[in-house]
């Protein structure tokens, strides 16, 4: 399932096609990204593919974030606590197309999504330092600092049901397609 984020940013599920054309501005920035997340410079495609071929949607999940048609980042899930209603959720967008935001939408439309499955909260595990993507998850309504770790900040965010509340103007809604 697709899901429309606005006119220009649709969010499609990742797959070994749009996994390929993702990898090179994946791998472009790849060092940048190790900063934040534990990846080895090494990083390979066959990784991804294999990821693709043993996820299990909906809460094992990643989008790929396409900009005017042209993939440009992705958006995922993990670490679904069935019990406490909550997920991780994660997001990255090639050095290109970042400042436009494209990260902001695409996290509200997963947000608005996961609402519709019932999903109480939405976590976010941040390095100390990475002062962009603070910044992006402090804006999100309703974030709160959960707790500090060694090296890394946990953010949770609640998440609505879709018709339980009005949508904030400029708020962005998800349209599954």
């Given at each position: ?5 606005n006119d ?8 070994r096609?749009?996994?390929?054309l ?13 900063q ?11 990784y ?8 299990v949607p909906?809460?094992?999940?990643t989008?790929v ?40 939408d695409s ?7 996961l609402?519709?499955l ?17 910044a992006?998850?402090?804006s ?5 600092l959960?707790?500090?770790?060694a ?10 049901r879709p ?5 904030e103007?400029g ?6 397609v």
């Amino acid at each position: 399932m697709d899901l429309i984020v606005n006119d220009s940013i649709r969010l499609k599920p990742i797959d070994r096609e749009n996994a390929a054309l993702l990898f090179p501005l994946f791998k472009a920035d790849l060092k940048e990204i190790s900063q934040w997340f534990p990846f080895d410079e090494d990083y390979k495609l066959e990784y991804d593919l294999a990821y693709v071929d043993e996820k299990v949607p909906p809460f094992d999940e990643t989008f790929v974030i396409y900009r005017n048609g042209e993939p440009c980042g992705r958006v995922g899930l993990y670490d679904h606590d069935q019990s406490k209603g909550e997920i991780y959720l994660y997001y990255w967008v090639a050095s290109p197309f970042r400042r436009k935001h494209i990260a902001l939408d695409s996290v509200l439309a997963v947000m608005d999504y996961l609402g519709s499955l019932g999903l109480k909260r939405v976590l976010f595990d941040v390095k100390k330092g990475n002062e962009y993507s603070i910044a992006l998850i402090r804006s999100l309504p309703g974030a709160v600092l959960l707790s500090v770790e060694a090296g890394g900040l946990i953010y949770a965010c609640p998440l609505r049901r879709p018709g339980s509340e009005k949508s904030e103007p400029g708020s962005t809604a998800p349209i599954p397609v």
